[in-house]
């Protein structure tokens, strides 16, 4: 399975971007998606994820009621709208999915139970 993210660049405080990412090959062997995100200095932080038949989603505390994952099955594309947002925020976004199983809600924010990463883009928020 391949990854393609998109969607990065820069923005002013308060702005909004769209993130998207484009899973290629096996991709009906994966159970969800989610994203990540590392700023300059600091260690790679889960930000949402959602599962492709449910459409079950889930938000670190830091992003819940300014960001938003959703799936696009058709397209095997999930996008993450990023609205309202801070400078610390900046950061380099990834994509990454689970292969094959069931994850618990629990868990969905672990690095470790993610199978395939894809590429980062960079999100810039000026003050």
């Known amino acids: 399975v391949q990854l393609q993210a998109c969607g990065g660049g820069l923005v002013q405080a308060g702005g909004s971007l769209r993130l998207s990412c484009t899973a290629s090959?096996?991709?009906?062997?994966?159970?969800?998606m989610g994203w990540f995100r590392q700023a300059p200095g600091k260690e790679r932080e889960f930000v949402a994820a959602?599962?492709?038949?449910?459409?079950?989603?889930y938000y670190a505390d830091s992003v819940k009621g300014r960001f938003t994952i959703s799936r696009e099955n058709a397209k095997n594309t999930v996008y993450l709208q990023m609205n309202s947002l801070k400078p610390e925020d900046t950061a380099v976004y990834s994509c990454?999915?689970?292969?094959?199983?069931?994850?618990?809600?629990?868990?969905?924010?672990?690095?470790?139970?993610?199978?395939?990463w894809g590429q980062g883009t960079q999100v810039t928020v000026s003050r």
């Open positions: 090959g096996r991709t009906f062997s994966t159970t969800a």
């Open positions: 959602i599962k492709w038949s449910a459409g079950s989603s």
């Open positions: 990454a999915a689970i292969r094959d199983r069931n994850v618990i809600a629990g868990m969905i924010g672990l690095e470790r139970m993610y199978d395939y």
